[in-house]
């Protein structure tokens, strides 16, 4: 008969592979209920392990031992949680005993290798749980005769899926049965044949299960279940003991909400198991150093909502306690530094990784100055948390530090790390290693030369350092940043050490898809020139500061704070029980502050029960107010120190407009909607749009209105890092000899002069005043050609720096000659003349008038995107193309180009119809009689449309195309806005009384 595959076959399959590996088989019975341990497990552990506490214990107990020492165990874990036991024992009548032995970092203690192996991992196989009912469990993991694990599982060949073991926790599984109570047993995995899922606590229906998973769909394993890695892998004992010493972890964190009409902090503890990508990426990392050592780099691409600060906090603490052989005295890393990109230490990464601190002083955040960021350096603090800008304050003051080796991890490492700061950061750990490893060679050495100090500077910069290992994570890697951190696999493409991608991110629930709902909108409009200039201007110039003015006029402002505040009131505004929030992202800090105003009087008008925010650096004068200068703080009024991502969260505030300030790094999952009047490309794209995608309790989905960029672009740049990125067509270093050889030739200096630089530029004890002659001729000689050989030079000069500033960090050859040429181009750059501006007077913007404006929808879908990985083309040395020519024309041509471009399709006939419209309008003794009368707003605009309507179906017959346009949602709402501002202002200014004389 066949033999048909039941979920029985599939449990025995799992206990067989565990009984083979190390776990011994316990029954049902041995499980004491009212205990939660398998006390005999426990009592045989402690007796291998710890004979003279328990004869001490014994001593004063007598027979009754191993029952008072399990019930005081289970009181222990009662009080503190089973993984606190586990780490730190328990003590009783004078004893004090250990529940576990971790494995120790080296060898060099034999006792405490032969105790990490007497730990006991038992299972039992339909394990009932409860004395108060027959319930049971598929089987349930042990050490030492503690609960660790319970696990439920399905076979989807008879018809029952992982979904079917996830129901069956949430509602067959009383979370105040003492067995899943939280922090007892410490995580529950449901498991099928094909995915698997797993929480740390149960809450019935409100239980969270986590995908435990290879990827969204697990792939295809040849020799048998596609969740094999669960037991082969995870559940292994070494696996689990190290999972409980180094990954799990209580988490307390706090998050502010608004609550009884008061701000207030509400503290969530959580017991983290990490996910499956989290725990790869580290493994991974900590087995390829053991091969490597040090002086790699390491990129890991991971998504967002990766959980990315777990990450570095596991990473981090195990590579402070890490010995690449087993017998090895030394660490392989001395310090543990961890870097952010955001001049403000993040706070969130500091905190992390304080929370998995389990030795006072381990870790020291440097939240002051540079002085304690070198202190920790220098006494080899363990773990220095810190930002990339301090390195250059101290990069001299550390440099003859005794050698050390590091660990550098960067937070999203982008290109501030691949360039100059990236010397510093090098300057500041680069002292050779252990004195006695440099001996011979120090001894060796002739005294410090000019050329030594030249080498000195190019092993600053290059990233190959023999003592510092580089662990570089983000989730959008640009060009620069997978050349500098990637890994050069065999195709000759520089790809990431390690992935979790978006799609995966999004596909299982952790972040949002914010291209789900993408509506782009364009602006049309037309204007009109109001008298003549004999100026031609510069045409692209003259547009661009046309088409700048139009986006300043308050009718553009108007047009677009009022679809926003439609979009956000029909669709956004009762969301998440009416605490849903948008952002507006503007192009400048004027523009925030022209919207804010704008928004604040419309909202005003509505009578709306909430207000807008508005985030901006700096101060902002208007240049049509005078004299008037705005800050955040003088427009906002905010009510004490309360802070803008804390107002955020009050019901008064609702929507924030902010200019850069922000639209990275800003994590509020409030924020459900954002209306995008900038120009976004590449990285900037996915990080102000990813605002959106944190997810929250009643959070689906998200929505974007987009006013500049179109869906094509914004689905390209998502495309980018929506899987795995890698880097191809890497540059040839040989272009930097053809960069200098061109520059060489236009004679304009020569070698010499290099040397003379150099001497002067590279010797500490040189008056550094000396380089300015040399610099000041060269300038003279430059002067000396035609304008269209100097500006090609400068740009010779321009990408030379720029090429050589990026592949000195790849490059693996000394070139004393090449670094003193760059040496000496970088400054004579700066030491040129700036080009000029050209700019356009702003006098022609007098010249001309806005004459119509409209905004219409373009594109209103989800943006699609694709599973293929992504390949950018590296940085490649482009010949420098001719400085364009200034192209002049007359103000008139240059309006004529712009209205043909952005016009709003109103025929001249149209433009007259719809005069006589307005004159009608204003000529209305009915719509002047409701006017003057004293009726509410919304009476008075209710009559005015219907005014409007009425004249507008006189054209139906007639003029349908004009008809069609007139009845444009868009324009039709703006038209009647915009006329019915005018009109109303008009009756206001005849009842305003005369002001005195």
Known sequence: MPSYPTEKRFENHIIAHLLNHGYRKALSSDYDTSLCLIPPEVIAFIQATQPQQWQKLEQQYGPDTARRLCERLEKEISQRGTLDVLRKGIETRGCKFKLVYFQPANHLNPDHQAQYKQNRFSIIQQFYFSANNQKSLDLGIFINGLPILTAELKNSTTGQFVEQAIEQYKTDRDPQEPLFRFKRCLVHFAVGNEKVFMTTRLAKDKTHFLPFNLDTDNPVNPNGYRTHYLWEQIWQTDSLLNLLQNYLHLQTSTEKVWKDDQLIEIEKEQLIFPRFHQLDAVRSLISTLKQDGTGRQYLIQHSAGSGKSNSIAWLAHQLANFYREPHDTRRLFDSIIVITDRRVLDKQLQNTIKQFEQTQGVVAPIDKNAAQLKQAIETGQDIIITTLQKFPVISNSISQQSGKRFAVIIDEAHSSQSGESTKHLNQSLTAGLDPLELAEAAESQPETTEEDAVIEEIRARSRHQPHISYFAFTATPKEKTLQTFGHLNAEGQYVPFHSYTMRQAIEEGFILDVLQNYTTYERYFKLHQKYDLPTEFDKRKAAKLLVDYVDLQPHAFAAKSR??????????????????????????????????????????????????????????????????????????????????????????????????????????????????????????????????????????????????????????????????????????????????????????????????????????????????????????????????????????????IRFYGFLAQVITFEDVDLEKFYGFVRLLNRKLDPRESGRIPTELLDAVRLDSFKIERTFEDSIPLTQVDTMIRGMRDREAAPQATSQRDTLTNIITRLNETYGVNLTEDDKLDIERIRNKVENNSDLEAVMIANNTEQVKREKFNSAIDEIFLEFIHDKLDLYKKLKTPEFNKALKQEWFEEYSQRFFNQNAPESEA
């Open 563 to 800: 679809i926003i505040l439609d979009h956000f009131l029909s669709k956004v505004a009762d969301q998440l029980n009416g605490r849903a929030r948008a952002m507006v992202c503007t192009r400048s800090r004027l523009h925030a502050v022209r919207y804010f105003q704008t928004l604040s009087r419309l909202m005003q008008e509505m009578n709306l029960p909430y207000k807008p925010l508005v985030a901006f650096s700096g101060t902002v004068e208007d240049p049509e107010i005078p004299d008037v200068q705005y800050t955040e703080t003088s427009l906002n009024q905010l009510p004490g120190k309360t802070d803008i991502p804390d107002a955020l969260k009050m019901p008064q505030y609702r929507i924030l407009i902010v200019a850069k300030k922000y639209q990275t790094g800003f994590d509020e999952p409030l924020l459900q909607s954002m209306y995008v009047d900038t120009k976004l490309g590449g990285v900037s794209t996915v990080q102000t749009l990813s605002r959106l995608n944190r997810t929250t309790s009643g959070k689906e989905h998200c929505m974007v209105l987009d006013f500049v960029n179109s869906a094509t672009a914004i689905q390209s740049d998502f495309q980018s890092y929506y899987q795995t990125t890698a880097l191809t067509d890497t540059p040839d270093p040989d272009r930097l000899y053809d960069l200098k050889n061109a520059i060489l030739n236009y004679e304009i200096f020569t070698t010499q002069d290099v040397e003379n630089f150099a001497a002067i530029f590279w010797d500490k004890t040189a008056n550094q005043d000396q380089l300015q002659p040399i610099l000041d001729a060269v300038r003279d000689a430059w002067h000396q050609c035609t304008s269209e050989a100097r500006e090609t030079f400068r740009s010779h000069l321009q990408r030379f």
